[in-house]
């Protein structure tokens, strides 16, 4: 992702978005946006091959645990894109971390970052290579991990212009900015593994780039993480929007699981306009609408949210 120009997948008016997957959004923390039920914190200490243990495993014990997002039954697939972050320095004028004290910083892609990754793997979670390093990654865990680890999945070869990715279980995987490019092209797609309970979420790191899991003690940096869910039923289901109320003509967010195929909005049954973003339906409230639930029709079915919202003079 190029920091000076973040950006999230859209599309507008009243038609759907062909995404069934899991979607994830990084927001700008530094902006002030609220953390919501879809949304998690990445420090960039926090050791993505830690993902399922009860204390980090690096070496040199650095580091944070990393976050960890609970996924429902019969999850399917999963696409990300990057919107914000919370620090800017030097070339970044958007979202970027620093793994190495400050001597560069890098954006969600690890552009910026010194290159030729090469964590190792540890325990029962694989290593990864990379072209590049410090950028966010993610790891598929069914429970604590057990056995062998599998395959080190190699970057180098790979490359991360992929159009779709199937990780397995337990195998540390390239995520970046979501896009085939950095900070442009076609947002990936990245399968989830049957069995699959929960994904993590970190930055992969090692001393001198080489090694184990280590050398997070010089990292700072974070960002923020709104993800929506598809399943195997693709049945939609909104799990919250944000603000809870507003005037007519306002601006209201709404997450959910297989919302992202929205043909319709309505405020109380009232038709709205919205825009399908990559993680989240951005509804306007609309002229003639009254307090009560929000719903969301997609091809297969019609949401309608637990909570009301209220529609304010």
């Not at 972050?85 to 070339?91: E, F, L």
């Not at 793994?99 to 964590?119: F, K, R």
């Not at 002229?287 to 019609?302: E, L, M």
Request: proline content about 6%.
């Amino acid at each position: 992702m190029n920091c000076n120009d973040v950006r999230t997948r859209k599309k507008t008016g009243m038609a759907a978005l062909a995404l069934t997957t899991l979607a994830v959004l990084i927001l700008n923390v530094g902006a002030g946006l609220p953390l919501h039920a879809q949304t998690k914190k990445v420090n960039a200490i926090d050791e993505v091959s830690g993902g399922g243990y009860k204390a980090v495993t690096t070496t040199d014990g650095s580091g944070s645990l990393p976050a960890k997002i609970t996924l429902p039954a019969n999850s399917t697939s999963m696409t990300f894109a990057i919107y914000g972050g919370s620090k800017t320095k030097g070339r970044c004028a958007g979202p970027c971390i620093t793994v190495n004290g400050g001597g560069n910083y890098n954006d969600a892609d690890g552009v910026g970052s010194a290159s030729n990754l090469n964590m190792q793997a540890d325990q029962s979670i694989s290593g990864i290579q990379a072209p590049v390093a410090a950028f966010i990654a993610g790891v598929f865990e069914s429970g604590p991990p057990s056995g062998p680890a599998p395959a080190t999945l190699d970057f180098n070869t790979i490359g991360t212009n992929f159009s779709s990715l199937s990780p397995v279980l337990q195998q540390v995987f390239f995520i970046g900015d979501g896009l085939t490019g950095d900070g442009s092209g076609d947002v990936q797609l990245f399968f989830v593994p049957s069995g699959a309970k929960f994904l993590y979420l970190g930055i992969p790191d090692a001393c001198g780039y080489n090694g184990s899991p280590s050398c997070y003690g010089d990292n700072s940096g974070d960002f923020v993480i709104s993800y929506a869910i598809s399943t195997q039923s693709g049945t939609p289901l909104i799990d919250k929007f944000s603000p809870l109320k507003g005037k007519v003509g306002s601006s209201v967010k709404i997450w959910g699981y297989n919302v992202l195929t929205a043909t319709a909005v309505s405020f109380n049954s009232v038709a709205a306009k919205f825009t399908v973003e990559s993680t989240f339906i951005d509804a306007v409230v609309p002229s003639g609408a009254t307090t009560g639930p929000i719903q969301v029709t997609t091809p297969n079915g019609t949401a309608q949210s637990k909570t009301v919202f209220t529609v304010s003079p």
